[in-house]
């Protein structure tokens, strides 16, 4: 079993309380911060929780958890593990399922934050490959405010199989790419069971999986005085995307 983390931020703690508290053992507050409205309501949760609260000192927490954004709440808890395999059945059987597959997301601020983005633009499932991508760290779960407790995130051994698996239950598999074959994210029809991949930002989609998408899109970008930008940070693009989806199946439902 991995060791306890020192998680960090209110977000990310505020999360870890209310979706697997049991996981929870020590929370350590920054004195002086205990009339701050956010860290009393974590105090008083963690207290009906039986959770142990240590008065700490800002540095300490600091050293505790390697990083000064902890925002004065540090937790010492269970590490959050990726859902299994099974889960993702159970989502691909829901109506018009979304789901987002990350690609070799290496950088723990970047998963983090597609993570976020993924909870707000209401995907159902992640899914990302086990190797040559981030854990879920305490780093992913500040940097996600919270989100990757929220929804289940599946780590797969072999991606290309998985998303032969996800095909084979009707759900059409879009990659994103700057490719001659790829057609505007806009002109795609994704109102339906759709999977969206997002590719690392140095190499994009491997070959297995580029091979394995039904239809390959780019979002368009518009040229500018001072040049066009050929791409964009990954979790910058994967909220268009997401946003571009959402847009879709919005206007959908309101001209039934």
Known sequence: MAKPSYFYGIHAIDALLEHRPLDALSLFVQQGRESDSHVQAIIATAKDNGVSIQPTQKD?????CGSPQHQG???????LAFADDGVLDNVMAQENCLLL???????AHNFGACLRTAVAMGVDAV?????HAASLTPTVAKVSVGAAEMMPIISVTNLARTLSQIKAAGVFVFGTALD???????EADMTGKTALIMGSEGEGMRRLTLESCDELVYIPMLGNAHGNLQS?????????ALYEINRQR???SAQE
Request: net charge positive; aromatic share 0%; glycine share 4%.
């Open 250 to 252: 919005t206007l959908g």
């Open 232 to 240: 964009l940070n990954v979790s910058v693009a994967t909220g268009m």
């Open 73 to 79: 709440v540090v937790m010492h808890a269970r590490p």
């Open 127 to 131: 899914v990302c490959p086990k190797h």
């Open 101 to 107: 597959v990350l690609d070799q997301i290496t950088d």
């Open 180 to 186: 001659a074959r790829a057609k505007p994210i806009h």
């Open 60 to 64: 300490k927490l600091t050293q505790l």
